[in-house]
């Protein structure tokens, strides 16, 4: 088991520096966890807060801040519910769908230079095993997630 830990800490590490790297778009700088909140927010159709928080993980105070400086930054939306003002939904400005778009623009190329090195079936075996791995992980996600609700 410690190679395949050693080969998760790899790619961890080859992402985070792309991150670094890519996390920008027309000036604007957003951080790594910024640019999660900011792709989950574009994937999400009129996500509340406590969606998004709840997809990644993140206790509602901490992605609170996290949502602060992505409105100084105007690169989010907040706006109540309409059919209950305590819940505020959120959405991506113009500059905030620039920002995704740039991002996700460079993280795409960094994929097809990694995949440009395998051939075809190289590229197909890789692309299984990860949709394996995530439906694998979300399982034992969702697992974790009721025993500890059920500890409660």
Not at 11 to 31: M, P, Q, W, Y
Not at 99 to 125: A, D
Not at 129 to 143: A, D
Request: charge should be negative; aromatic fraction near 6%; charged fraction near 30%.
């Amino acid at each position: 088991m410690e190679d395949i830990r050693w080969q998760f800490q790899q790619i961890i590490r080859h992402f985070g520096l792309l991150d670094k790297n890519c996390c920008s778009a027309g000036g604007t700088e957003v951080s790594l966890v910024q640019s999660h909140i900011l792709y989950e927010i574009d994937c999400q159709h009129e996500p509340s807060m406590q969606e998004i928080a709840e997809i990644l993980g993140m206790d509602i105070t901490t992605f609170s801040r996290q949502i602060q400086t992505l409105l100084q930054k105007n690169l989010v939306k907040k706006l109540p519910c309409s059919h209950d003002k305590r819940v505020s939904i959120l959405s991506l400005t113009e500059e905030g769908t620039k920002v995704v778009s740039t991002i996700e623009k460079r993280v795409n190329e960094y994929l097809n230079e990694i995949f440009s090195h395998m051939n075809e079936f190289e590229k197909e075996t890789v692309i299984r095993s990860l949709k394996l791995l995530n439906e694998n992980m979300e399982k034992v996600w969702k697992r974790v997630c009721a025993s500890s609700k059920e500890k409660l």
